[in-house]
């Protein structure tokens, strides 16, 4: 097996690609009586990376394939560059629609090298034309002196690499990835995501990526977009998302929350911990305080909230910590830096940062 760890090609090296606005208009599409995309309108402007965003089942994947044009819409249009590729009266092949597709699994063709694998994607292409692209294409994804090994004697790091090549090396307006780097090891997902970005922005080719890690989304896309229930449950740069979720489903989808109830009075939400401004929500309303684990502070006891500190969990650059405090049920978790001043068992004082709490109307049971 080849190593896993060995090093890219020189970035600057891919080639341009001419990237294409990706525009889907009132989408549907019905598996039997099952509707799994109802309605859906998402303009992708030409280069920009997008990551579909959500839990399983929530329709992100059967969008991409949409879009790939492996499905067909049971209602809506798909356009390219304001081309209809699909639509009630025109469907457009998807070896005709200059768009590349990696799947979660790479389907490489384990009787084919890795040349022969990215020059599979190279058909349409005159043979010398096809064999600089594919060479181009290995040595950008350092697997140059691999070109003759078999998907087989390659590490899943390797193998998604010669995926990338495949859809990279015809330089296709719009890329398409369904969970490329999920069966990849912390270590080796990292890396090969920073490469594998660093590549695509240099393409500049528009592209669309599935993806149910939260993190993983912020850290790609120039937008996301939470999908729920087969359509768009909100949709913004990262940023926007996480300070500024659309709802409590959308919150809980990017952080773990310490979650309390309260009531609003006078334009604050009143709980144990204290009150908190409640924007918008009306007066004597059931509120949730979302308070975020890295927003609890500790100082010494007789200062702020008094509590607790029950557990103290060592993590690296954090500690995790559980604190008591008197009038909730369940003990606050932290993400603490200065954790290690104090130790467990002892009393605190709880500090809240109130730029961290985000607090949202509940409806009546």
Partial sequence: MAGGMFRWGQRGTAGAAIPARLTLEGVSKNFGSQAIIHALDLDIAAGEIVCLLGASGCGKTTLLRLAAGIEVPSG???????????????????????????????????????????????????????????????????????????????????????????????????????????????????????????????????????????????????RIVLMRSGGIAQQGTPDQLYRSPADLDAARFFCDFNEIEGVVRKGRAETALGAFDAPGLPEGARAMVCIRPQAIRLRAAGFCLPGRLLARRFAGEVDLCEIAVAGLDAPLKARLREGRSFAEGMDVGVDIDSDEVLVFGLSDP
């Fill in 76 to 222: 809506g249009r798909i356009m390219l560059d304001g081309r209809e590729v699909a639509g009630p009266t025109r469907f457009v092949e998807p070896e005709q629609r200059g768009i590349g597709l990696m799947f979660q699994d790479y389907a490489l063709f384990p009787h084919l090298s890795v040349r022969e694998n990215v020059l599979f994607g190279l058909q349409n292409f005159p043979k010398a034309d096809a064999e600089t692209a594919t060479a181009r294409a290995l040595k950008r994804v350092g697997l140059s002196e691999f070109a003759d090994v078999y998907p087989e004697q390659l590490s899943g790091g390797e193998q998604q690499r010669v995926a990338l090549a495949r859809v990279v090396a015809p330089r296709p307006g719009v890329v398409l990835m369904d969970e490329p780097f999920s069966n990849l090891d912390r270590r080796m997902r990292d890396a090969v995501r920073e490469e594998t970005v660093a590549l695509l922005r240099e393409m500049g080719a528009t592209t669309v990526i599935v993806t149910h890690d939260p993190e993983e989304a912020m850290r790609i896309a120039d």
